[in-house]
């Protein structure tokens, strides 16, 4: 089963590698998704960013204080941040602004990439690698950029990287295969030219079905796990009643979807079982849990637990004895997990980069390495 080809990398505040091979930052890192799958092939985090303080605060819960959580990049110089081989970045959607540009086009003058990022957070991606040059880099954004802004926002993506000299590639993987979850997302890699390497995004292993189902993730309820407040309770672990749907909001819930389905559009909650698989989880999924319920017989359904929504990103596992800690309230939980890269699926990216990354790193080594 897909937790198996992960497990080793849900990581643990106390849990240390020794001898890592290679140092990368995270960028916009949420609560650590991606620096979890390049931690499972032996990398050193060496700097992190992250502006929202209930991020950070799980983020340092689950991986330490080895190092701060910086908070905007916006506002650290690169000279700022450490030396590193890789740049792990999941950063915001933003269209670009064409007014710098075509002022310039209009009098004239020659203007770069870097001119087409400015104001976006993605320009902040763009100056760090830049200015340290690391051999590679992994991006991750919603399928959405794709489409965004027409099409001119990955162009200008795609062509800033171009400019930096990287050989870039994109593709778009869904967790489905990993996670009881459909939950597509674009990945962008990039290799520094002057270290060829034949990487592609075809390269990460897909998981052989049969794939997983909310029963692997759903709290059992029968005492076979042990309770945990305030998700679950009582001798059989049952998931606490504040989870379950008031009549009232259910009934709105339920004329929402009609309506809009009279419309022809697709809003609506989904209604799942344990033998469901899940469309994706939202950030918004603390407004009403609308996206997944879970059906209960006899009863109105309930929201996912925060300790559910952990296992269905991938951070945790049922019966875990280093289970993922939640330090944050349950509105902030939703956010955060929603958010999240999956992260079995970074663990199979860094999987099919790792050969590539230790192959630029033993051609070029940095000093600090052999510190």
């Known amino acids: 089963m897909a937790w198996k080809r992960y497990e080793r990398a849900i990581r643990g505040s106390k849990v240390r590698q020794q001898n890592h091979g290679f140092r990368f930052i995270d960028l916009f890192a949420g609560i650590g998704g991606l620096r979890i799958g390049f931690e499972a092939i032996g990398g050193t985090c060496v700097f992190t960013s992250e502006w929202n303080r209930y991020s950070q605060q799980t983020y340092r819960e689950n991986f330490g204080g080895d190092h701060p959580v910086e908070g905007d990049i916006t506002k650290l110089h690169e000279t700022a941040i450490p030396a590193h081989d890789v740049l792990l970045a999941g950063f915001p959607c933003q269209p670009f602004s064409i007014a710098g540009v075509s002022k310039k086009n209009a009098l004239g003058r020659v203007h770069g990439f870097l001119d087409e990022t400015q104001g976006t957070l993605f320009f902040d991606v763009v100056r760090i690698l830049r200015h340290h040059r690391p051999r590679a880099f992994l991006l991750e954004n919603v399928k959405n950029l794709l489409s965004h802004d027409k099409g001119n926002t990955m162009r200008v993506i795609l062509h800033a990287l171009d400019g930096l000299g990287y050989d870039v590639d994109h593709k778009i993987l869904d967790a489905r295969s990993w996670l009881p979850q459909h939950r597509e997302r674009v990945f962008i890699s990039g290799f520094r030219r002057d270290v060829p390497t034949r990487f592609s995004l075809d390269d ?7 794939n997983p189902r909310l029963a692997d993730i759903l709290h059992p309820q029968d005492g076979s796990e042990i309770a945990e407040p305030p998700y679950t309770a009582g001798p059989r672990a049952q998931v606490n009643d504040k989870y379950t749907l008031s009549d009232k909001l259910w009934e ?9 389905k009279a419309a022809g559009n697709g809003f609506g909650f989904g209604l799942c079982t344990p033998d469901s698989v899940a469309r994706t989880l939202s950030a918004r999924y603390h407004k009403d849990g609308s996206e997944i319920l879970i059906a209960q017989p006899g009863r109105n359904p309930r929201r996912l637990t925060p300790r559910e929504c952990a296992r269905l990103m ?8 280093r289970p993922w800690t939640i330090p944050v309230s349950d509105t902030q939980a939703y956010r955060q997990f929603g958010n999240a890269v999956a992260a079995p699926v970074a663990v199979a990216i860094a999987q099919a980069m790792a ?13 600090h390495l052999s510190a």
Do not use: C, M, T
Not at 252 to 260: C, D, N
Not at 359 to 365: C, L, M
């Open 314 to 321: 991938g951070f945790d596992r049922p019966g875990s004895n």
């Open 355 to 367: 050969p590539w990354i230790v192959n630029a790193v033993a051609q070029h080594p940095r000093r």
């Open 252 to 260: 709105y819930l339920q004329s929402y979807a009609a309506k809009h």
């Open 204 to 210: 990460v292993i897909i998981p052989e079905a049969p």
